[in-house]
């Protein structure tokens, strides 16, 4: 209860609501606000890119954007992380003083921003402002939003000389080129790091008609018998044929086990590479996980991963089969394999 001076009650009085109306948010903001929570989610808590990203069961920052805003998005994550060791640099070499401690959104927007200013064809301007925005939305970072558009700006203006400086580290974490060093020589494991930078071609392995297909969606055929596709904008959900399961993912390297097996094994059996056990209904293992073939006396390691479960299967095997010739039964298994330390000339440990 709350009194007057003179001991009386205060008469209650109601608040009225507010007719202002917030303003609405600067065209772009919502992207880079979804960017930078992603960049969060795989860089702090460890999480798979492509889950994020999914159209479906996606980041929901991300599920809420439009076609095109969804586009600039992976564009901005694909780059942010490619480069991430040299932003990195690129932000401590600006700063007087290093971040605080516990200050993870606040890099991630100064990567973000980093990024854009950086790398991708977005005006300097544009970058800093929806950038200082972003920070003041945020109130952990609110306070540092004059440090965000101190050091965007700056990076704005000394584009080349950073880029030149930060030329010289690796794009890759300390510990994975520690070893690359290892397994293949310095100059050499700088020469992957710096191949990683390159988009990855997206190859596509057709059930049939791989002139056909190669035709619709602007693509060349490859020597395998794949499709390789030209550069187009939107995902691959989008891509004509995905919804009908007419072709899936899978670059040359994909039929180089049933290479392997052709030329390794004697006899010819039939028998699809992504065939596996069901146990209590589950969803077809071979959409989200490695898998082993092993032939009896011998063994060899392929996979088949799609992370998308409403494919169509196409039956057990998923239309993919492959000729293997072996002498024995297979078994499909879960298997790890170590990218890092394989070589053509050594299996992997």
Known sequence: MVLNSDGTKKPFRKHKPSTERSAPDKPGLQARAAAAKI????????????????????????????????????????????????????????????????????????????????????????????????????????????????????????????????????????????????????????????????????????????????????????????VRLAAFDGGIPSVEGFDEGAWWVRGCGGKHPGEAFRRSLGQTHRRSLCRARRQDGAAHPCRRRSHRTRPVGKSAKTAAVESRPARPQGGDDCGRSDDIRAGGAFRCDSARCSLLFYRHDTPAP
């Open 39 to 226: 960049l969060a989610a795989v860089v702090d808590r460890k999480l798979p890119l492509d889950g994020a990203l999914d159209h479906e069961h996606g980041n929901p920052a991300y599920r809420a954007l439009g076609e095109s805003d969804r586009a600039l998005v992976r564009a901005i994550l694909n780059t942010t992380l490619r480069h991430l060791p040299r932003i990195d640099a690129a932000i401590t070499g600006l700063l007087e003083s290093p971040l605080p401690e516990g200050a993870r959104a606040l890099h991630h927007v100064l990567a973000i921003g980093a990024s854009q200013i950086l790398y991708l064809d977005v005006p300097d301007h544009s970058a800093v402002d929806l950038a200082v925005e972003q920070a003041n939305q945020d109130p952990r970072n609110r306070r540092f939003a004059k440090l965000v558009n101190a050091i965007l700006r700056r990076l704005g203006r000394e584009k080349e000389q950073v880029l030149d400086e930060i030329g010289k580290v690796a794009p890759m974490p300390a510990w994975f080129i520690a070893g690359l060093e290892r397994a293949y020589g310095r100059d050499a494991a700088l020469a992957i790091s710096e191949s990683q930078l390159e988009p990855a071609a997206i190859d596509l392995t057709v059930k049939s008609d791989p002139e056909g297909w190669a035709k619709r969606l602007n693509g060349v055929v490859l020597p395998t018998g794949g």
